[in-house]
């Protein structure tokens, strides 16, 4: 399944700094779109999404973009701390409830 | 917080034999899932569940995928005759509804090894 692309797989930023995860897709079906967050030995943990109705959907210092003609979001974690340090996936869904995920990119926030 | 548990955290099974992996979604939620994640892939869908029968299932679940919901409270995925490329994380994951953005909110799974 290669509707969902995170071409970064790793990501490493300054702690306090802005974290950038980008995430393309193809399906232009896809009518809603979410990040998670994974630790190592726990699932996934629902962080924020956004509808393809909208272009921009903020939730403390997590921001997600989307740009439809481009098929392309993007979060933004401003500003990053240690805790933040996990591995981040895009997911897609659409009307049959499934979601489409991204390979992930591992973000490290160095203090 | 509420959230979804998985048992058992770890399940290793020889080949050919049945296995099952259970879930108790968040209480108030409808619609179910099951995901897996074999080791260095992506995670994929298996298959929704709603209202006691299967409303969406991928190519992957096949005829030897079955899941359940045997009472009010767990959600059970069934591996009839486990094979070596069954080995993965699966996760349960719920939702209050379905689509529409609703998130899917996931357990911390269970390590499948197939010996």
């Known amino acids: 399944d290669q509707q969902v692309k995170q071409n970064s797989p790793s990501l490493s930023v300054q702690e306090g700094r802005i974290s950038i995860l980008n995430c393309d897709y193809t399906?232009?079906?896809?009518?809603?779109f979410l990040w998670y967050k994974k630790y190592p030995a726990e699932g996934p943990t629902f962080l924020i999404s956004?509808?393809?109705?909208?272009d921009k959907n903020e939730d403390g210092r997590f921001t997600v973009f989307l740009n439809k003609s481009a098929k392309h979001l993007s979060l933004h974690i401003v500003p990053s701390q240690p805790g933040d340090s996990a591995v981040y996936f895009c997911?897609?869904?659409?009307?049959?409830?499934?979601?489409?995920f991204g390979a992930g990119t591992t973000v490290t926030v160095r203090a | 917080e509420p959230e979804v548990t998985q048992t058992p955290s770890h399940q290793v099974t020889q080949m050919g034999q049945e296995v099952i992996l259970r879930c108790v979604p968040i209480?108030?939620?409808?619609?179910f899932y099951w995901y897996r994640q074999i080791l260095g892939q992506k995670v994929e869908f298996l298959v929704s569940?709603?209202?006691?029968?299967?409303?969406?299932k991928s190519e992957i679940f096949d005829d030897q995928f079955s899941v359940e919901r045997p009472d009010g409270s767990n959600f059970t995925l069934k591996i009839r005759s486990t094979k070596l490329e069954d080995s993965a994380m699966y996760f349960c994951?719920?939702?209050?509804?379905?689509?529409?953005?609703?998130?899917?909110?996931f357990g911390d799974g269970t390590r499948l090894s197939i010996l």
């Open positions: 994951a719920s939702s209050e509804q379905g689509g529409l953005g609703q998130p899917q909110h």
């Open positions: 399906n232009s079906m896809f009518d809603y």
């Open positions: 956004i509808s393809s109705i909208k």
């Open positions: 997911a897609a869904g659409g009307s049959d409830y499934k979601l489409s």
């Open positions: 209480s108030n939620h409808l619609y």
């Open positions: 569940f709603y209202n006691n029968e299967i409303s969406e």
